[in-house]
DNA sequence: TATTGTTATACTCTATAACTATA
DNA sequence: TATAGTTATAGAGTATAACAATA
């Protein structure tokens, strides 16, 4: 319903395009939690390992610290964590998992794992796991810092014929 | 700079990711476009066939025709594209490209190809290839409408362990 | 002086509705 | 009455800066 079939024929329009879809439906699969996508990440995030504080948390999650406040008094206020004292540092909160937090994140999980499958449903299994693995290596490799804008610099020099 | 190692290792996190990174080095591309990504988009539908008016360039972009009303200012007055008044239909405009705005066009295209190129450079060249076939199927059915969200509902039934 | 967390403010998008001129 | 385009307003989301408590 968003577009013809002449012009978005390249990758910027089909990337666009599945991302969108697996926003609208994990957003949906996710409606009855506090702050929706990120609150599942922190829910995930939240109860491997030692209870992380805010900050940290901020930055595994790409996000500002002010909206992570938002984010937790959000999730506190539905039972889902709780914020302790850090007993080595009085400045910070340890952000732990409840009882209910971790049951509804198994069942988030659950919920994700039917939308990933609806998501890759028309490619053979095959198929399904080379796309998932070069998406996690171009990802990676992404995350690695190696997203430095090579091309905008190098870009004048090219000049020529369409 | 935004993620451990540990959470983070599903579909939902790889696609986000290079989205974000295409995003952000098309964005860097398209830096001297009005209305950026999408002002690049306006241009490359114009010009292709009939000039279409501003609703149906609404349409086939996914926007709402108030943005796509400003999106247009702001292109007209960097003299990019014209509108036009429509001889069947008095209260449509016609919107067609100028001379700098094809010329700006040619050259956005490059840029483009160099941006795709450098995102999918880590992969071999017949991978780039089956990832895009692969992207460009599930994009291609999805907005073919089969986006219906078929999961939502039948979550409930499944209740499990973990 | 720097850092954790909170709060308040401003700014950007987007969505909605109202208005005009045509049909 | 419905449609193409414009304009104005309100809301969500985000970013920025200032603040208190602690290191």
Chains 1, 2 share one sequence.
Do not use: F
Request: charged share 25%; with cysteine.
């Amino acid at each position: 319903m968003t577009t013809p079939g002449t012009v978005r024929d390249d990758l910027g329009w089909a990337l666009g395009m599945l991302t969108r879809s697996y926003m609208r439906a994990s957003a949906a699969a996710l409606h009855d939690v506090p702050g929706g996508p990120r609150g599942y990440q922190v829910l995930a995030t939240v109860g491997r390992d030692e209870p992380p504080n805010q900050l940290a948390l901020a930055h595994q999650l790409g996000l500002d610290r002010t909206v992570m406040t938002y984010l937790i008094d959000d999730l506190e206020k539905a039972g889902l964590v709780q914020r302790r004292p850090d007993p080595a540092d009085r400045r910070a909160r340890r952000v732990v998992s409840t009882e209910a937090g971790s049951a509804l994140l198994c069942e988030l999980e659950r919920r994700l794992i039917a939308v990933e499958q609806d998501l890759l449903g028309p490619l053979g299994p095959d198929e399904a796991t080379a796309l998932r693995d070069m998406l996690q290596r171009l990802a990676t490799r992404v995350d690695d810092g190696a997203n430095a804008c090579t091309v905008a610099t190098e870009i004048q020099a090219t000049g020529g014929a369409c």
